[in-house]
């Protein structure tokens, strides 16, 4: 039984290891253990239990062919090594969890491959956005050849996300037919990353103003710069390339000379883009006409209209101011505000009875202001006024007036024309800086004021209630100095303004005149946070004439554009120097001034990590 289960089986019998043939006692050995082997085999897989068959037959016959026959049931239980078919089934269980792990395995590298691939790809042919390495640079153009007024304006014009450097100066000045001398003028874009430049363009006369921006809101079309001249000149040039868009042709001014720069206007003659207005003066200052001029095309929107006025001082406006309601009005005056709707002007340019749906609306507290044989001016403010500007309200969706005259500075409210606040002043000539001092989010106010030979008052008016919370004399010869203001990540502002160079002060004392020549002039940043302290972050000679904050939204930094004037040597033309200072840097290696001591004491330190953590933002609409 044992030899024909053993053939049945295919199981092979032992060699003797020393002959290598079949040994007759080692193969009944080997018999006897198959022969057990197939009993475990039967008892694991249902075997004969108890004289019966798992299925209650009867015990197979002892006999061979029986045993044949009944042992073709259990050869479907084994494998032909001998293996049962849980064993198999496990080994099939690995084999596709090995194959699984594999497959995994090779997404996962595949997936890690094409990453890379991706990475590379990204690293060299998408560039990535430039860097302001550049932080400080100085540029030297060429001698100026006259003209008093210092045009700076900044705007991206190349699409790289840093804001470009845009000024005009004259160049040389031309003898007339008779005999008359007129300047010539050239138009500059600077690169805000190096100074570099990237286009200058010719002007036929000195420039007023140059202003930058998008005519059309939301639109692909490309940012314009709109160049106001000291006479008959008004042009709108491509940012981009400097290419000139248009030209209001001279003969549409007459005998008028353009007063002051173009206001932006909404769209009124319906073209989809906002159109502009001009203020011009005759031979007499009275006589004052505004033309309005398409901002497609640059032709006149009808003829110009013409009012005579009665005011002596400073030229103000022209200025649009949009009511809460939604009417338009025109600021302007000489010396005063009035005010004359659009509509007005509109209906009298087109020479008819009717106005655009958006230009009839009317604001009843301005309208009350009528002269009483309703003229079409509007009085707004008639006290030797010296500047206007429109800042924002806390509490209103329009803007408030901030009104500089010569012995007050005046807060009006848009809405109704009536004073929020009167701060008595004396000496005040510079247009107030806007910026955020106290915590009250509120709009406040740096001053520069005359206090005494060589010396002028820094002061910040609470633009809440109009009181001085922050004043200090400093030394400064220069007549006017620009200052500027940036607003800051925590809704702050840091305040800049140009003075002659500063020494400690004792506790006893104020800061006093350095001993430093006078024709070199420093940097001062003043930050809420340290009022006691000042910042020396840069120092200049010659005349400061313009300066302005622009923000690099990607670094989250600022800075510092002065267009410089040089003192002229032996005759020769005084030289022409626009700077570039990144603050960031500057905050971290100026030199702190101490005004005063406090308690406890500011460490450097301590002043330094509260400087590496300031970041700049542009600033909320202030206008």
């Not at 090594?81 to 089934?89: R, T």
């Not at 009298?348 to 230009?359: E, G, K, T």
């Not at 740096?446 to 206090?451: A, H, I, K, S």
């Not at 006093?512 to 006078?518: A, D, F, K, L, V």
Request: a negative charge.
């Amino acid at each position: 039984m044992a030899t024909v289960l053993s053939r049945a089986l295919k199981l092979p019998g032992k060699k003797s290891p020393d002959l290598g043939e079949y040994d007759p006692l080692t193969q009944a050995d080997s018999d006897e253990s198959e022969d057990d082997l197939v009993l475990d085999l039967q008892q694991k897989n249902g075997g004969v239990k108890n004289g019966k068959s798992p299925l209650g037959e009867a015990p197979e016959p002892d006999s061979d062919a029986d045993v044949a026959g009944a042992a073709k049931p259990h050869l479907s239980e084994v494998t032909t090594e001998g293996y049962p078919s849980e064993a198999l089934g496990g080994l099939e269980q690995k084999a596709t969890s090995s194959l699984v792990s594999y497959v995994r395995t090779s997404v996962f590298l595949l997936t890690l491959v094409i990453s890379m691939i991706l990475v590379l790809v990204c690293a060299f042919l998408i560039p990535c956005p430039p860097r302001d390495l550049h932080s400080t640079w100085s540029r030297r153009l060429r001698p100026q050849g006259g003209g008093d007024l210092s045009p700076l304006e900044l705007a991206d014009v190349n699409g790289d996300g840093l804001r470009d450097v845009l000024l005009s100066f004259v160049t040389s000045r031309n003898g007339s037919a008779v005999g008359v001398s007129r300047p010539t003028a050239i138009l500059v874009c600077l690169s805000g990353m190096n100074g570099s430049t990237l286009w200058s363009s010719p002007l036929p006369e000195e420039a007023r103003d140059i202003t930058c921006l998008d005519l059309m809101p939301g639109s692909v079309a490309g940012t314009i710069c709109l160049v106001t001249g000291t006479r008959k000149m008004f042009s709108a040039f491509n940012a981009t390339s400097g290419k000139t868009i248009w030209t209001l042709h001279p003969k549409y001014l007459a005998n008028s000379t353009l007063a002051a720069a173009g206001a932006v206007l909404p769209d009124v003659d319906e073209d989809g883009i906002r159109d502009l207005v001009v203020l011009a003066v005759g031979e007499s200052q009275q006589d004052v006409c505004f033309l309005l001029v398409s901002g497609r095309t640059g032709s006149p929107v009808g003829r110009p209209v013409k009012y005579n006025i009665v005011g002596e001082g400073n030229l103000i406006g022209p200025q649009v101011y949009i009511t809460a309601s939604g009417a338009v009005y025109i600021l302007f005056g000489f010396g005063n505000i009035q005010a004359v709707a659009l509509r007005d002007i509109f209906v009298q340019a087109q020479n008819r009875d009717s106005s655009p749906p958006s230009l009839q609306i009317e604001e009843p507290e301005w309208e009350k202001r009528r002269s009483v044989n309703l003229s079409e001016l509007i009085d707004i403010y008639s006290d030797g006024v010296e500047q206007l500007q429109m800042v924002k309200a806390p509490d209103s969706n329009c803007s408030s007036l901030l009104i500089t005259t010569r012995q007050a500075l005046v807060l009006l409210r848009g809405q109704n024309l009536t004073p929020y606040w009167t701060l008595r002043l004396q000496g005040l000539h510079s247009q107030p800086t806007p910026g955020y001092f106290t915590d009250d989010q509120v709009l406040d106010f740096l001053l520069q004021m005359e206090d005494g030979v060589g010396m002028k008052k820094i002061m910040v008016v609470d633009g809440h209630s109009g009181s001085v919370t922050w004043n200090h004399s400093v030394p400064c010869h220069m007549k006017q100095t620009p200052t500027t203001s940036a607003v800051t990540s925590d809704q702050k502002s840091v305040f800049l303004f140009w003075a002659e160079g500063l020494s400690a002060a004792s506790p006893t004392s104020d800061v006093i005149r350095g001993t430093e020549p006078s024709g070199l002039h420093h940097l001062y940043l003043l930050h809420p946070a340290f009022p006691s302290i000042l910042l020396d972050l840069a120092n200049a000679t010659g005349t400061v004439t313009a300066s302005e904050v622009g923000i690099n939204d990607l670094w989250k930094d600022a800075f510092y554009v002065t267009r410089t004037t040089g003192p002229s040597f032996k005759g020769h033309p005084a030289p022409l120097v626009v700077s570039k200072l990144s603050l960031r840097w500057a905050l971290m290696e100026g030199q702190m001034v101490q005004l005063k001591e406090t308690t406890p004491k500011i460490g450097r330190g301590e002043l330094r990590r509260f400087l590496s953590r300031i970041k700049f933002v542009d600033s909320p609409s202030q206008i």
